[in-house]
Every structure is written in structure tokens, then in C-alpha cells.
């Protein structure tokens, strides 16, 4: 039971201004899975908070994900307490797995790993734990663990709705304006396409299982980065998850002032009815002026920037400061990643290289905003902010002239990238603390 003395510590707790601030956010984004939920059943679909819940009980649609959630939430746990809950997860999942056996349920289609109600289980568990049988410190560092873990979940979940909300608000889409501006830089996709197609079925189910292995990525170089928060008891100030979820939450509003579809559905053969052409990826599109055009309601408007891009560079940058066979881990995620976006027609040369930009600008922002606000990080985000916001402006309203003109349209925008990578390393090796030298000791004076 829980004293009375307990009752008032944690109540007292609860007025200071950072518990304020952490409550005030937690409704607000209550409040916007509610929105999301409303919006998504006006669509006639199920939303994000409805698909979460189903998770429970029915056949999670990303069982890898639900373990590297709770795998976030065990870094604030002891090796015994890890060891339970990881037995405990796997005990549930074989129950539901012999339960949906017994009745001969099947696996619906693209649910590709029928396990995963165990770790959400426990993470559930976990959350019963804090507010009935902790206190004080421990049951706030507690919660934290579960909201990481519950938080990369219905991330996912947002997403999913919101590129759903994409589809159905944006009835014409541009892609006719970046494929064009696209001419600048080669038109990277096409060629992409054409070396994944020369690596034939084991490149392309390499890249596959990475670009939908995103998230599980994020959950090794995340662990990484938080493997000492059970001994020190408190998280870092900053982390990869942070980066993750405010990518995940700014990149889809971009995608409702800029919506494209990509080259594989405008330019391919999975556009159907709606495809000016079946172009991709062996004859780059002609060079016609540019305009809107419809699209179905299904199709996601989900290019610009590309988020994969976006998220593989923020892997990539969160594991330089690893060991050795992290650091390869991370060159091996972005490169493959790079591979799949453009190799696969998902994503247009343009939206690359915005991506680029749009990550470095939001880990500037986060990392100005852990160690406190000065002159350099507000010229860093303003510089990158600055690109990317001439990007989708030269992107929409010259795209001609930088088809016509590449050499020096196509240098202009690598230049550009290169400007907001070239200020993120200066201004953020600053940032590193000095390491200072011990202080050597006075020489004693010898006793004669």
C-alpha cells in the first residue's frame, strides 16, 4: 500500500513546472490521436487508436516493432527484471500462437509475423506496475520507459493514418514538377531502378527487408545510446527516439502542403489508369511543362521529403558516436536505405536530398534545444530551414528552368545539402565538451 506521505511527495511532484510541461504534452497528443482517430473514421477506416487497441487481443501487423518497443522500455529495468519480462512476453505470444492454432485462425494478409501481443502486454504490465506498486523517482523513470516504447508503436500508428488522410485530402498531386527539377540531378531514380533490376531477386529482397526494417534499426542504435539509463537512473538529454518521432510528426505535414506520389506509380506500372506513362526506370520522363495532376485516393502522398531518408540519416548520425561495427551499421543502413527509396521508384533524386537537409535541421533544433538556445544553433536551424524551404519552392515554381539548365541547377542543389551538412558538423563539433587535462601536481621542494 502506498502511504499517505507517498500520496503528498508524489502530488508536490506533480506541481513542478517539468511534470506540467510532461502532463501538458501528453494531453496534447492525446488530443491529436483523438483528431486522428475522428478523421480516419470519416474516411470509413479504422484509426490509430483503434488499430493499437486491436493489437491486444488480434495479430499485431508488426511484430518485430512491439519487441524493439519493449526493448526501449526494458533500458530502464535490471538484468533480472529484463530477463522476466522477456519471459513473460514470449509465454503470452505462445498461448495466443496456440490459441489462434486451436481455432485455425488465419494470418491476414500483409501481417507477416504473427507474434508480438506479448511485448505489448508487458509493456501494458509495466505501466500497471509504475502507478500501483511505485514511487517518486522510480515510478516516474518507470513511465518514461513505457511511454518510449508505446510512443514508437503509435508513431507507426499515426503514420499509417496520416498517410491515409494524404490520400484522400490531396486529390492531384505534383509530380510532374519534381520530376521535372528531377532532370537536374539525372534523374537518380531511373538509374537506381535499372541497378536494382540488374541485381535481380537477392538485391531486391535485401533492400526490401531494410527499408521496412527502419524502425528496428532505430531500436539498435537507440539501445545503444540508452544502455546505461538502468544504472544511472535518467535518461539523456538527447537521443535518436526524439529525432525518430519529430520526423515522424513534422514530415507528414509537409506531404499535405507538397503531396507526391512517386516515379513507380506517376511514371510505372503501379499507377494503373492513373500513370501518365509506364516510363520507370527505362526512359526518364520528357521534358513538358509541368502541372497538377489527379491521383487515386489510395495511394499515399508521402515523397516529399523522403522520411525513409530522413530516418536512415538520423541513424546514421546518432551511431558515429558508437563502436566500430555500430558506426558500420549505421553507413550500411543509410546506403541501403538510399538504395531501396530511389532503386524501388519510391522516391524522386529531389526528395533525397530534401531529406537530407530536413533531418539535419530538426537534430539541430533538438540538440540547441537539450543544451540550451545560443546564436550558433539558431543560425543552424535557420540555414538548414532556410534550403529546404528553397528547395520546394524551386522544386514547384522553376522546374523547367533547372531541367533545362543542369550543370548548373543540379551543382546548385548538392551545394545546397552540402552547405547544411558542412554547418551541422562545424557548429555541432563545437558543441562537444573540451576535455580538459588533469591537473598535475606541484613539485615538492627536496629536503636537503
Given amino acids: 500500500m502506498i502511504s499517505r506521505t507517498d500520496r503528498r511527495t508524489a502530488f508536490a511532484a506533480w506541481r513542478q513546472p517539468r511534470a506540467i510541461l510532461w502532463a501538458t504534452a501528453g494531453v496534447v497528443a492525446l488530443g491529436f490521436l483523438i483528431a486522428l482517430e475522428i478523421a480516419a473514421r470519416h474516411y470509413g477506416q479504422q484509426g490509430p487508436i483503434t488499430n493499437q487497441a486491436k493489437e491486444v487481443i488480434f495479430t499485431p501487423k508488426s511484430g518485430p516493432l512491439l519487441y524493439g518497443s519493449m526493448a526501449l522500455m526494458m533500458v530502464v529495468l535490471t538484468w533480472r527484471e529484463r530477463l522476466i519480462a522477456t519471459g513473460v512476453a514470449v509465454g503470452i505470444d505462445i498461448v495466443f500462437s496456440l490459441v489462434r492454432w486451436a481455432v485455425d485462425a488465419e494470418t491476414p494478409a500483409g501481417y507477416g509475423y504473427p507474434f508480438g501481443n506479448g511485448a505489448l502486454w508487458v509493456m501494458l504490465g509495466c505501466a500497471v506496475i509504475a502507478v500501483t506498486r511505485r514511487t517518486g523517482r522510480e515510478r516516474a523513470l518507470l513511465l518514461k520507459g513505457v511511454g518510449l516504447g508505446l510512443l514508437l508503436v503509435a508513431g507507426r500508428k499515426t503514420g499509417d493514418t496520416w498517410l491515409l488522410i494524404t490520400a484522400k485530402t490531396r486529390p492531384t498531386v505534383l509530380d510532374q514538377y519534381v520530376a521535372t527539377a528531377d532532370h537536374a540531378l539525372g534523374n537518380p531514380s531511373w538509374l537506381a531502378g535499372r541497378i536494382v533490376q540488374a541485381t535481380g531477386l537477392l538485391g531486391a529482397h535485401l533492400l526490401h527487408w531494410v527499408y521496412i526494417q527502419l524502425a528496428v534499426a532505430a531500436v539498435v542504435v537507440s539501445l545503444y545510446q540508452l544502455r546505461h539509463v538502468a544504472v544511472e537512473r535518467r535518461f539523456p538529454s538527447h537521443h535518436l527516439v526524439r529525432t525518430f518521432l519529430v520526423i515522424g510528426l513534422l514530415g507528414p505535414a509537409i506531404y499535405m502542403i507538397f503531396p507526391v506520389v512517386g516515379p513507380i506509380f506517376v511514371y510505372g506500372s503501379d499507377g494503373g489508369q492513373w500513370a501518365v506513362a509506364d516510363l520507370w526506370p527505362d526512359t526518364p520522363p520528357p ?153 598535475q601536481p606541484e613539485p615538492q621542494p627536496e629536503l636537503v
Fill in 287 to 439: 521534358l513538358d511543362a509541368p502541372h497538377h495532376m489527379p491521383f487515386n485516393e489510395v495511394t499515399p502522398r508521402n515523397c516529399m521529403p523522403s522520411l525513409h531518408t530522413a530516418w536512415a540519416t538520423a541513424i546514421f548520425i546518432h551511431s558515429r558516436k558508437g563502436p566500430r561495427i555500430l558506426r558500420f551499421f549505421g553507413v550500411f543502413w543509410l546506403i541501403t536505405t538510399l538504395g531501396a527509396t530511389l532503386g524501388f521508384g519510391y522516391h524522386y533524386g529531389a526528395d533525397i536530398i530534401a531529406g537530407v537537409v530536413f533531418t539535419l535541421t530538426i537534430e539541430a533544433a533538438l540538440r540547441s534545444q537539450a543544451r540550451g538556445w545560443d546564436r550558433s544553433g539558431i543560425q543552424l536551424v535557420a540555414h538548414g530551414a532556410t534550403v529546404f524551404v528553397a528547395f520546394l519552392l524551386s522544386y514547384r515554381y522553376i522546374p523547367m528552368q533547372m531541367a533545362e539548365l543542369p550543370w548548373v541547377f543540379g551543382p546548385l542543389l548538392i551545394l545546397a545539402m552540402l552547405s547544411v551538412i558542412y554547418a551541422y558538423m562545424r557548429t555541432t563539433k563545437r558543441w562537444e565538451p573540451k576535455a580538459t587535462p588533469a591537473p
